[in-house]
């Protein structure tokens, strides 16, 4: 039996409220709030909602070689080395995008270039696949010390539960695997977690503590719950820059009423930037509504204007895939190709399948023979080009097809699993769900979206808003 994401969470939900679990209590932690993300993506996978995300593994060879990098960043771009104060920490995205010839985080660049002149402040950047891509400057430290730390750590302690947490434990893993039909080791994801997050927090609090920082921004807080909790008790206050698509189904955000029964989200940030006043139900959003700020999306306000006024090609799909669920969105990109063979097919491929898809997508392979059909693998034309290009935009849940929404693609999205992170687009005919490649094809032409405020989704950057936002006003 299949799940959906929307059943998935439900199930999550209903845990929370039976057991209290956002506010249950370890060694003074919160392990729930610290695994909720990580076990929803294991569950999803695991019931195949999700497929494998797609990405290269790392051999051991590559695992081993790695750590010679992070010895070396550890040293010489160590966050905790120097006597002096900053008034502002930024803890970036660690996946770079190519911008102006050279790599950045499209979601807090700009906040850099606004810093610049009036304010210090300091970059912590996590390395991407063992990786730095950034051209190094004097305001950007490595956090490879603190990882580095946290893997050893790791292997020298334990926890030792009592026998209470114990018995709730087992409860939970209980339900869940009756639920699901399929065996957990809860106890072992809780060690982990906890241990990384005590290693972790008592690291930052150091950190935070030497550069004496008055705000820190970070994006995607849910992976980074060890910063904002100890930022939070230095009463540091903790911002975060939205990176993507936030929906009622998103665990990273959404925390119905019945999940947070008695009070604060613990590692939860104090106020939150979005892309416009879209993004966020007050209902499931754990802050206050006067704390989610929408600023814009400066990247993409930025970028498209160099494509906006390209004329559309009238027979150009594109399709955007994602690893999740990249095999099966390329079969239904073949099987349109095949059928529709005086149309343009584009597949862009998420940079995480660039060098796995000859061999995760046999269908995408056959199709790139074709006269018709163009497999995207590298990022060497920009993706809002495509947007410009084409008339229609094919693609499951990825925060790329609210940006083809305002390049006016006709939008049609595959009815798979996570398809509920857009289900309040469907409802308004902003676009249109179809369950294969047939039901794609007989409504390609006849599907009359509703229209739509573009402003809603990205609105223009407001920088005298994050000024106001920087300077406590």
Not at 223 to 245: F, P, R, S, W, Y
Not at 435 to 449: A, G, H, T
């Amino acid at each position: 039996m299949s799940h959906s994401v929307g059943e998935i969470c439900e199930v999550f939900f209903s845990l929370e409220e039976k057991y209290n679990l956002n506010y249950w209590e370890v060694q003074g932690c919160f392990p729930w709030q610290l695994i909720r993300m990580y076990l929803y993506y294991d569950v999803a996978r695991r019931l195949n909602t999700f497929g494998s995300a797609q990405q290269q593994s790392l051999s051991i060879f590559d695992k081993v070689k790695s750590f010679i990098p992070f010895f070396k960043n550890s040293l010489l771009y160590n966050p905790f080395q120097g006597d002096y104060n900053r008034d502002i920490l930024i803890f970036d995205h660690p996946r770079k995008t190519m911008l102006n010839n050279e790599y950045v985080d499209i979601y807090s660049y700009f906040l850099v270039d606004l810093l610049k002149d009036d304010y210090s402040f300091e970059v912590m950047e996590a390395p991407y696949f063992n990786k730095h891509f950034t051209n190094h400057k004097d305001y950007i430290k490595y956090t490879d010390r603190i990882q580095l730390g946290s893997y050893i750590f790791k292997k020298f302690h334990k926890i030792d539960f009592t026998e209470s947490e114990k018995d709730l434990i087992s409860n939970v893993k209980k339900d869940i695997e009756k639920i699901f039909n399929l065996e957990i080791n809860l106890e072992w994801i809780l060690e982990t977690h906890i241990l990384n997050f005590k290693y972790d927090y008592k690291k930052y609090t150091v950190l935070f503590e030497k550069r004496k920082p008055k705000m820190i921004f970070v994006v995607v807080a849910y992976e980074n719950q060890a910063i904002v909790k100890a930022a939070k008790d230095l009463g540091i206050e903790v911002i975060e820059l939205q990176h993507g698509t936030i929906t009622d189904y998103h665990l990273g955000y959404s925390y119905p009423t019945k999940s947070r029964l008695n009070g604060e989200i613990a590692y939860f940030p104090d106020k939150l930037l979005t892309f416009g006043n879209y993004w966020i139900n007050d209902e499931t959003c754990p802050i206050d509504s006067k704390n989610i700020i929408p600023i814009g999306f400066p990247y993409f306000e930025a970028q498209s204007k160099d494509f906006l006024n390209i004329a559309k090609k009238d027979k150009q799909i594109l399709f955007i895939s994602q690893g999740v669920i990249g095999k099966y969105l390329s079969k239904i990109a073949y099987d349109v190709s095949t059928n529709l063979k005086d149309f343009n097919i584009i597949y862009k491929l998420h940079p995480g399948e660039y060098e796995t898809w000859r061999s995760n997508y046999p269908e995408l392979v056959k199709a790139d023979k074709s006269d018709n059909f163009t497999v995207v693998d590298n990022g060497k034309t920009p993706l809002y080009q495509f947007f410009a290009e084409s008339s229609y935009q094919i693609g499951a849940f990825s925060t790329a097809i609210y940006e083809g929404l305002m390049f006016n693609c006709k939008t049609f999205i595959v009815d798979v699993p996570g398809v509920e992170y857009l289900n309040d687009l469907i409802e308004r005919n902003y676009v249109c769900k179809v369950k294969d490649s047939k039901e794609l094809v007989d409504n390609l032409e006849i599907f009359d979206p509703n229209e739509y405020d573009k402003d809603f989704f990205f609105k223009n950057f407001d920088k005298g808003l994050l000024k106001k936002v920087i300077d406590n006003e």
